[in-house]
C-alpha cells in the first residue's frame, strides 16, 4: 500500500514511544516508518533485556539485523547504521513494570517532554499462557502504558494494539458488539473484578510455592488457572480473556483531551507486499497447521466446509495502524469529550468471499506434495481428515489410534484441535457500530 502524501506528511517531525519493539507487528511498524517517512524525528523502542547485552545490540540482534529491514537497509546501503542511530533509541523496560521498568530518570524526562504519539505492541500471545504473565503484559501492561503516556507533555495520541478475539460471542449470526464491560459477570464492576483476579492470581502462586512444586508443575497450575478464569467469564482462552481485561483498564482513560485508538486484527499471517512478500517471524494463526502438513503430522482435524478461518497479512495490518493512527489525530478535536471510543477491526472483508480453512489446507496439501519439505522428523504428507464437531473428532482419535507418548502426530492434532476449536467452529461475523 501506497501511501498518499498527507498520511506520511503527518508523521513528519513526530517523536514516538514504540512498546513490545521486538514483537512481529511493532517491528513492521518500525520498518515502514523509518522506509516511507524517514523525515519522522525519532522513535524511542522499548525492549525487554533478554540477556546481558546492551539496548543497541538487542536492536540490532532482534530488530534491525532482520532479514525484515533487507530494503531499507539496500536504500541506505553503508549510511544504514548511521541512519538507525540518528532514528532510534533502544530502550531497555517492560510495560509489566510501573513507569515501564525505566530508571533513568534523566532519559525518563527527556520522553515525557518530547514524545507526541504512543504505539503499544507489546503483548503475549501465546493462548494458554500463564495467568500471572498474561495479567501482568497484556491486562496491567495496558494501564503502565497508559500511566506513562499521561505523564508527556506533548501528547497528541495513544494507539493500543489488541486483538479481534476480546469479542466472544457464540451464535452463529451477525452479532453487534457490546462493550467488553458489559459482558463480564460483574459488569458495573469489571475494574474491581480486574483487583480480584489479581489477588486470586497472587494467593495460588504464592499457595505452588509454599508447596514447593518444581518450576514445571508451577507453570502447568498457572497455566490451567488462566484457562479456567478466562472461561469462567466466558472468553475461549487467557490470551484473549486478558486482552480484553486490558482493554477494560483503558476505557476510563478514553475520557481524555487526547485520542486513545484501539485496534483489533484478526489472525495475523506473513507479509503480503512490504517491504517484499512472505516475511513472517514464528508461528502466526494458521501457520501452525500449514507446518503440520508439510511435516506429514496433522492427519485429521476439526473443521467442515462452512468453517472461517480470518486471517490477514501482517503488512495490511501495519498500514491499516498507521492510517487509524493520523486519522485520530487529525480529528483529535472530534474525539477529546470521550464521547467515542476509536475501534477498529482490522481483517478480511466479510463482504467478499470468506477465507475456507478446508480450502487452505488442502492448497497447503498441494504445494507440500509438489515442494516437500527437507529435514529431520518429516513425516509423510497426507490430506487430512475433516469433523464437524470436537466430539466427532475425539471419538475418531479414541476408535482409531493408541496414542502414546511417542506418538506425537496425534498429540499435536489434538493439542493444535483444542486451541482453535472456538475459532474455526465458529459461524457468525462480528460488527461493530460507532458513534456517528
Same mark, same amino acid.
Given at each position: ?25 511493532? =517491528?513492521?511498524?518500525?520498518e515502514k516508518l523509518l522506509r516511507v517517512q524517514p523525515n519522522v524525528k !525519532? ?70 517532554? *518530547? ?12 493462548? !494458554?499462557?500463564?495467568?500471572? /504473565? ?25 494507539? !493500543? ?16 458488539? =457490546? ?29 505452588? =510455592? ?112 498507521? /492510517? ?28 467478499? *468471499? ?51 507418548? =511417542? ?30
Amino acid at each position: 500500500m501506497e501511501f498518499n502524501g498527507s498520511i506520511v506528511q503527518s508523521l513528519e517531525n513526530k517523536i514516538i514511544l514504540v512498546t513490545g519493539a521486538t514483537g512481529y507487528l511493532a =517491528k513492521l511498524f518500525v520498518e515502514k516508518l523509518l522506509r516511507v517517512q524517514p523525515n519522522v524525528k !525519532h522513535l524511542f523502542l522499548l525492549l525487554r533485556a533478554a540477556d546481558a547485552s546492551s539496548p543497541t545490540q538487542r536492536l540490532n540482534n532482534d530488530v534491525t539485523g532482520k532479514e525484515l529491514f533487507r530494503v531499507l537497509r539496500e536504500k541506505r546501503g553503508l549510511g544504514f547504521d548511521y541512519f538507525i542511530s540518528e532514528k532510534v533509541t533502544p530502550i531497555f523496560g517492560d510495560v509489566s513494570l510501573e513507569n515501564l521498568g525505566i530508571e533513568d530518570s534523566d532519559l525518563e524526562k527527556k520522553m515525557h517532554k *518530547e514524545i507526541h504519539l504512543v504505539a503499544n505492541f507489546a503483548a503475549t500471545t501465546n493462548f !494458554h499462557e500463564r495467568y500471572d /504473565v498474561a495479567l501482568a503484559v497484556n491486562t496491567m501492561g495496558a494501564k503502565h502504558v497508559l500511566d506513562f503516556a499521561e505523564k508527556c507533555e506533548n501528547l497528541e495520541m495513544i494507539l !493500543h494494539v489488541s486483538t479481534a478475539f476480546v469479542c466472544n460471542a457464540e451464535m452463529p449470526e451477525v452479532i453487534l458488539e =457490546k462493550p467488553l464491560s458489559q459482558i463480564l459477570k460483574e459488569s458495573s464492576k469489571f475494574l474491581y473484578v480486574i483487583e480480584e483476579e489479581k489477588k486470586l492470581m497472587q494467593h495460588r502462586l504464592d499457595g505452588l =510455592k509454599a508447596e514447593q512444586v518444581s518450576k514445571k508443575q508451577e507453570t502447568a497450575a498457572m497455566k490451567e488457572l488462566g484457562l479456567e478464569r478466562a472461561k469462567f467469564y466466558g472468553w475461549p482462552n487467557t490470551y484473549a480473556f486478558t486482552k480484553a481485561l486490558g482493554e477494560m483498564i483503558i476505557g476510563p482513560h478514553l475520557k481524555t483531551n487526547f485520542p486513545v485508538v484501539i485496534v483489533r486484527p484478526t489472525g495475523v499471517t506473513g507479509t503480503y507486499r512490504e517491504p517484499f512478500p512472505g516475511w513472517i517471524e514464528g508461528f502466526k494463526a494458521l501457520d501452525p497447521m500449514v507446518v503440520g502438513v508439510g511435516r506429514g503430522k496433522l492427519p485429521c482435524f476439526l473443521g467442515d466446509y462452512e468453517s472461517l478461518f480470518d486471517i490477514i497479512p501482517g503488512d495490511m495490518v501495519v498500514n491499516a495502524i498507521i /492510517v487509524a493512527m493520523v486519522n485520530a489525530k487529525a480529528n483529535s478535536h472530534i474525539y477529546s469529550d470521550g464521547d467515542d471510543n476509536l475501534i477498529y477491526h482490522i481483517s478480511s472483508s466479510a463482504h467478499r *468471499e470468506p477465507t475456507r480453512l478446508i480450502k487452505l489446507l488442502e492448497y497447503a496439501y498441494d504445494y507440500f506434495c509438489k515442494n516437500p519439505l527437507m529435514g529431520r522428523d518429516i513425516g509423510e504428507i497426507v490430506k487430512p481428515v475433516f469433523f464437524p464437531t470436537m466430539s466427532s473428532f475425539q471419538e475418531h482419535v479414541h476408535n482409531n489410534y493408541v496414542v502414546t507418548m =511417542k506418538e506425537d502426530i496425534l498429540l499435536l492434532a489434538k493439542r493444535l484441535a483444542e486451541i482453535y476449536e472456538p475459532y474455526i467452529l465458529f459461524k457468525g461475523v462480528q460488527v461493530i457500530f460507532q458513534n456517528a
